[in-house]
């Protein structure tokens, strides 16, 4: 069975901590992905990998970085945390080069920031 | 850019009810359209997918066709069940290239009542 794991369901962090998201995916994907999930705004996409070492920006990747060492763990950093980064973050992978690829998501990891 | 609209939610049935949820979408290429299915507490999972024009998706029961002349991909069910209460995503996956991305709309929140 495919899997995409994320370190943690849940994660309660102090305003101004360096937070570490880790994401894993046994399945050889190129594609990684990391999503907020909000009331209202639906997924928006922080950050994304195509191949090892390397990212590109989403929608909304201020306060956010990312790292990607390993072609099946895809990390984001929150390098000085707020309250406004409280929220379900996602992550997922994806092949490349097929036009009916399929995203694979990890189960969340709901975080607060207090 | 390409983008995703779908019905703004929630939407309250009851159990039996003839189920639709609105897609539309925005492409410049010919995307392939899935939805993807959030039950409480966890991420997201492939619910159907459809990669030409006039293609049926199909699973659990539940329906879209892609249809291009009306840009448009509907998820429907003849009979919802209190078990289809999740959050319903339609999206589109525009490309071949390395770096492009899947597409989500907003999400629809789906209430059965039994």
């Known amino acids: 069975d495919v899997k995409v794991t994320q370190s943690s369901r849940y994660l309660v962090k102090r305003t101004g901590e360096k937070v570490f998201l880790e994401c894993v995916q046994d399945?050889?994907?190129?594609?990684m992905f990391w999503y907020r999930q909000d009331p209202g705004l639906g997924l928006r996409l922080i950050y994304f990998?195509?191949?090892?070492?390397?990212?590109e920006k989403g929608d909304i990747p201020e306060g956010y970085s990312v790292s990607r060492e390993k072609k099946e763990r895809f990390s984001l950093i929150l390098e000085s945390a707020s309250t406004n980064q409280t929220s379900m973050y996602l992550c997922?992978?994806?092949?490349?080069?097929?036009?009916?690829?399929?995203?694979?998501f990890g189960q969340g990891t709901r975080l607060t920031v207090v | 850019g390409d983008s995703v609209t779908q019905m703004e939610g929630p939407v309250t049935l009851s159990e039996e009810a003839f189920l639709t949820i609105n897609c539309t979408y925005t492409a410049t290429g010919y995307p392939s359209l899935f939805w993807y299915v959030q039950y409480p507490g966890e991420g997201l999972q492939l619910l159907l997918k459809a990669t030409k024009a006039d293609d049926k998706g199909s699973n659990k029961g539940f329906e879209a066709t892609y249809r291009k002349e009306t840009t448009s991909f509907h998820l429907e069910k003849g009979s919802v069940q209190v078990s289809d209460s999740a959050v319903y995503f339609c999206a589109l996956s525009a490309g071949m290239n390395r770096d492009d991305k899947i597409i989500f709309g907003k999400g629809t929140r789906l209430h059965i009542l039994p």
């Open positions: 997922a992978s994806s092949t490349q080069g097929l036009l009916n690829t399929e995203a694979f």
């Open positions: 990998s195509y191949d090892v070492k390397m990212k």
């Open positions: 399945m050889d994907h190129e594609n």
